[in-house]
């Protein structure tokens, strides 16, 4: 598996040509800024849905324009991002036409590659890509699957590019990503009980978010064999992070997380997959 940790912002971007996306909602916003927050960057055709979105990126963003139909997306475009949700991708893309030269990106949820294939034929270069919201500040991860020298080098700068080995790793860091919602139901619970002993609601959420950033920071530092030790870095032998992580521990809390995981994974592998309607014909 390939970490690019630290690209040059932009580099190679332009390699993607025209790029357009078929479905404007808060993730491709959040990609859109992304690109263009480093200055640069291919041109962009936004799909009109959702109308008031691409309306504000078109006007706000240099580069941007705002199409009238899907239909004009894709023959404007040398690299196709198809983000909608997956129950719309039939009629999203009914009636549309790919051409062979194009490359065709995919943020759809259980749409295989072979699936991919299919929807967009005569296109051959295909990839999934699994972006996170932050990525409009540079953070994150960002997933490529299969690698695409274009479309890796389109993320330069934008956050941390992961590349798996296998379509099944794909969907394992898909399942790691639910823990967004519970990672800040955890930092309000700890700011919730700072303002339940008196302190300022400013000063406590201040305090909880300012110490959670350094935490990540360190996490990003110590990868690998490294981060095994960082429990016990941050802890002092009966002290308080010791009680705390013990009692936790001890409560099933971390075991818990392991078990959401593996029952969200099973969940996922049976949810149907994003299939054409015409996929069983020879």
């Known amino acids: 598996m390939h970490n690019q940790t630290e690209p040059e912002a932009g580099q190679g971007r332009a390699d993607v040509g025209t790029l357009g996306f078929i479905g404007c909602g808060t993730l491709t916003e959040a990609v859109v800024r992304a690109i263009r927050r480093n200055g640069g960057g291919p041109p962009i055709l936004l799909s009109p849905r959702s109308e008031s979105l691409s309306v504000r990126l078109a006007a706000e963003l240099p580069g941007i324009t705002r199409a009238a139909s899907n239909a004009d997306v894709i023959a404007g475009s040398q ?21 062979a030269g194009q490359t065709i990106v995919s943020f759809v949820a259980k749409l295989s590659i072979d699936e991919l294939r299919r929807r967009v034929a005569p296109a051959r270069e295909v990839c999934r890509v699994i972006p996170l919201t932050m990525i409009a500040d540079g953070k994150g991860p960002i997933v490529v699957f299969p690698r695409v020298d274009a479309v890796a080098r389109l993320f330069d700068g934008c956050g941390l590019v992961i590349e798996p080995e296998t379509e099944e790793q794909v969907m394992a860091f898909g399942c790691a990503s639910a823990v967004m919602s519970t990672y800040f139901q955890f930092q309000n619970t700890v700011v919730d009980w700072l303002e339940a002993r008196g302190v300022d609601p400013a000063a406590a959420s201040g305090y909880v978010a300012s110490m959670l950033d350094g935490l990540a920071a360190t996490g990003m530092a110590n990868q690998g064999a490294a981060r095994l030790a960082l429990p016990e870095l941050h802890e002092t032998k009966g002290g308080l992070n010791e009680h705390c992580r013990r009692d936790l521990a001890a409560s099933g809390w971390f075991a818990a997380i392991t078990a959401a995981l593996d029952a969200l994974d099973r969940k996922v592998s049976l949810l149907p997959e994003a299939k054409s309607p015409d996929a069983s014909r020879p």
């Open 79 to 99: 690299t196709v991002v198809l983000a909608m949700r997956p129950q719309q991708i039939d009629q999203a893309l009914d009636g549309l036409r790919f051409s």
